[in-house]
């Protein structure tokens, strides 16, 4: 005769299941920060990288016409020192005086100097608008934390309006 046994089931006891919680917990804690650090990292080299691709065409745009993107009208509706005439003077094609046209031809032979029709975001705060001053004097500071660009068309210089890049 056989003599039966009870069965002893198999599996984790509710304190191992907490430790292994708690282990999975002190993990995500160390993870996580590391990385929101990388995508900080990772927006800062995304700035660096539109303000170099932005001065550049900058550039460009002035030795070609002599001034600066928005110092002077763009003809028809774009006025000087306006957001529109800044990123249509870059966007399109454009005479040497700096007159706008969608089409190439003898007349408008210069640009267009971004690759896109629209002036990039911002990648910090994700703004596409640039704030146009005048006052022509270099170490031209941040408005504040609003984002975007800012532009000062007597200088050419360029900067994130973002107090904390601003030294970019």
Known sequence: MMIRRPRLHAGFTLVELLIVVVILGVLAAIA??????????????????????????????????????????????????????????LASFTSAAGVVSTTKDATYKYGPYLKKATLPAEPINNIATVEIVTTGALGMTASGTTGGWKFDNKTGQLIANITAYQTR
């Not at 996580?32 to 660096?48: C, E, Y």
């Not at 509706?77 to 800044?86: G, K, L, M, Q």
């Open 32 to 89: 996580i920060p590391q990385f929101s650090a990388s995508t900080d990292d990772s927006k800062v080299a995304a700035l660096d990288a539109s303000l170099n691709n932005l001065r550049t065409a900058i550039e460009l745009y002035y030795q070609q016409h002599g001034h600066y993107p928005s110092a002077v009208t763009g003809g028809g509706t774009y006025a000087v020192n306006t957001e529109a005439t800044f990123t249509a003077q």
